[in-house]
């Protein structure tokens, strides 16, 4: 008898409890390379520099994400050990673009871009201890002149466990193939993104501190699609971050019903007469 009066006041409580315990609240967020602006890119004279872009304007905006720009590379000369190292991040009038240690420091237009012609470029991004669920990605300039004119990108997260102190320490010296087994999931390939336009990505709301967003590559995802003529530069990105108290951790109001649950099943067992 006791047993069934139990269940008569938990049954309909529980997934109040459920729901307020297990829900994650997030909230639209966009970051814009024109950010850069306020001068935050550090040592752009260099190889491994990095920038730091916020929501918002440039004194008040919240939750930075630090930008540093990748490339495979001949690695001490080899061209048999194409690894990722790191490259030299930029501001153009498009938007975050590259120079690999292929093409040399402050390279040309149209080299300076994010490219896979003798070398795969990418942008990694670290938001601190925020989750993002990624949601689109805007190039802001294509080129359109010796037969560079594609935009298809390849976008990664960090799924893996015992991540490395650094979002470098997870991508230096690793190669093309070598990303997916070493922590990082591939979210999707994209082909034909247009200039200014938000591509959807990330359908299946992977969220992560970390992302890669590549020029496409085979090695990643063999879809048939052309390669060493994608050239563009990445002008913003939007996602969702996820908000205070969504670590799991029952927040206060989570607490309060479920003592407010317990606090019924002593009243009503007081209130029962015992069994016979």
């Not at 193939?177 to 359908?203: E, F, Q």
């Amino acid at each position: 008898m006791k047993e069934s009066i139990i269940k008569q006041v938990v049954r309909p409580l529980v997934p109040l409890i459920l729901l307020s315990v297990g829900s994650v609240a997030y909230a639209g967020a966009t970051w814009n390379s024109s950010s850069f602006s306020c001068g935050n890119v550090s040592s752009s004279s260099n190889y491994g520099n990095s920038a730091s872009v916020k929501i918002g304007d440039c004194t008040n905006g919240t939750t930075v994400v630090t930008a540093t720009a990748w490339s495979s590379t001949a690695d001490s000369g080899s061209a048999t050990n194409v690894v990722f190292k790191d490259a030299q991040l930029k501001i153009y009038s498009g938007g975050f673009g590259v120079s690999n240690r292929d093409e040399g420091l402050n390279a040309s237009s149209d080299s300076h871009t994010i490219d896979n012609s003798s070398a795969v470029d990418m942008i990694a991004l670290d938001f601190g201890s925020t989750n993002i669920k990624l949601s689109d990605v805007t190039v802001g300039w294509i080129s359109g002149t010796n037969g560079h004119n594609d935009s298809d990108i390849s976008v990664f997260a960090w799924t893996g466990s015992n991540a490395p102190a650094t979002i470098g320490a997870a991508i230096d010296g690793k190669k093309l193939s070598d990303l997916t087994s070493t922590g990082w999931r591939l979210v999707g390939s994209y082909a034909d993104l247009a200039k200014n336009t938000p591509k959807v990505v990330n359908i299946e709301g992977t969220s992560s501190s970390w992302w890669l967003i590549s020029a496409y590559s085979q090695a990643y995802d063999n879809k048939g699609w052309t390669q060493t003529n994608d050239y563009f530069k990445i002008a913003a990105i939007n996602g969702t971050t996820k908000q205070p108290h969504s670590n799991g951790v029952p927040e206060p109001g989570s607490l309060a019903l479920m003592g407010l649950a317990m606090a019924g099943i002593v009243a009503s067992r007081r209130r029962k007469p015992a069994a016979a």
